[in-house]
């Protein structure tokens, strides 16, 4: 059975940063592209960032370009975004899902809320 459990969201002050990890299992990870889809309330997901199997190609949507960084650690089953800078409107639930620009498997998402 595919998992991935995301963590690391949390309540964080406009200009801080946060971690997010997400584990995997079930599935072959180091074979499979992955990607960071965040959905804010109303709103339908939007794609954030993604990385290749192997972990030497990424991407960034323009809106966190600069501000956010994917990575992976293949040994660990492990996918990471360190999102720095964060505004008010990076605001929402964070998803992993694997896959580069349509994703078959989620995780069930960790809140970031960016408020004063």
């Known amino acids: 059975e595919v998992q991935l459990v995301e963590s690391g969201g949390g309540l964080v002050q406009p200009g801080g940063s946060l971690r997010l990890s997400c584990a995997a299992s079930?599935?072959?990870?180091?074979?499979?592209?992955m990607s960071w889809v965040r959905q804010a309330p109303g709103k339908g997901p939007e794609w954030v960032s993604a990385i290749n199997s192997g972990g030497g190609s990424t991407y960034y949507a323009d809106s966190v370009k600069g501000r956010f960084t994917i990575s992976r650690d293949n040994a660990k089953n492990t996918l990471y975004l360190q999102m720095n800078s964060l505004k008010p409107e990076d605001t929402a639930v964070y998803y992993c899902?694997?896959?580069?620009?349509?994703?078959?498997?989620w995780g069930q998402g960790t809140q970031v809320t960016v408020s004063s």
């Open positions: 079930g599935f072959t990870f180091g074979s499979y592209d």
């Open positions: 899902a694997t896959g580069l620009r349509s994703w078959e498997y």
